[in-house]
T-cell receptor
Framework: GDSVTQMEGPVTLSEEAFLTINCTYT??????LFWYVQYPGEGLQLLLKATKADDKGSNKGFEATYRKETTSFHLEKGSVQVSDSAVYFCALSGNTNAGKSTFGDGTTLTVKP | GAGVSQSPSNKVTEKGKDVELRCDPI?????LYWYRQSLGQGLEFLIYFQGNSAPDKSGLPSDRFSAERTGGSVSTLTIQRTQQEDSAVYLC?????????????FGEGSRLTVL
């Protein structure tokens, strides 16, 4: 079945540091890939997505590129801020109409001033 | 409503009691999902509804767990004879197959603590 493996946390960075959170997946067909973010005390919300190979999703300074050859979707940000402290989830959904999404275990990021 | 609404936000119960968790999806969203998030774990899929039917209930952990959806809108997740291992945050999400992009819209969750 489908699975998502993401970098274990927690990750602690200083403000303005470079961030990478690794994510790899196993799936049949051509899934869509997502990063969701969960800020303290809030629900999960979509951060960015990519629906086909070589697509780059971007939002709020975060980027991730759909790499089919390495089955990866690593999340990057060039300069993190304290407000980026949150839990980040990598996820995939199959290329069918609706149906369940599969999530990684989440990576907790803490950014210190 | 403007977003996915879940209630209660927090529930503390005694082992052996039944609990009901409610989800009110975004208006017009025909797909509805229940996930469970245990401490330090990822999201565990429980069940998926399309309209009032559940094409995929493969994630329900045991027959103590059940869910229903009525009127293509509100859903209730019921846990009978709760056990301590049921303690978790139960998340509901909805989506619209129209122009399907795979994005899920989540509520803030119901935190269940079984003593």
């Amino acid at each position: 079945g489908d699975s998502v493996t993401q970098m274990e946390g927690p990750v602690t960075l200083s403000e303005e540091a470079f961030l990478t959170i690794n994510c790899t997946y196993t799936a049949t067909g051509y899934p869509s890939l997502f990063w969701y973010v969960q800020y303290p005390g809030e629900g999960l919300q979509l951060l960015l997505k990519a629906t086909k190979a070589d697509d780059k999703g971007s939002n709020k300074g975060f980027e991730a590129t759909y790499r089919k050859e390495t089955t990866s979707f690593h999340l990057e940000k060039g300069s993190v801020q304290v407000s980026d402290s949150a839990v980040y989830f990598c996820a995939l959904s199959g290329n069918t109409n609706a149906g369940k999404s599969t999530f990684g275990d989440g990576t907790t990021l803490t950014v210190k001033p | 409503g403007a977003g996915v609404s879940q209630s209660p936000s927090n529930k503390v119960t005694e082992k052996g009691k039944d609990v009901e968790l409610r989800c009110d999806p975004i208006s017009g969203h025909t797909a509805l999902y229940w996930y469970r998030q245990s401490l330090g774990q990822g999201l565990e899929f429980l069940i998926y509804f399309q309209g009032n039917s559940a094409p995929d209930k493969s994630g329900l952990p045991s027959d103590r767990f059940s869910a229903e959806r009525t009127g293509g809108s509100v859903s209730t997740l019921t846990i009978q004879r709760t056990q301590q291992e049921d303690s978790a945050v139960y998340l509901c999400a909805s989506s619209s197959p129209a122009g399907w992009t795979g994005e899920l819209f989540f509520g803030e969750g119901s935190r269940l603590t079984v003593l």
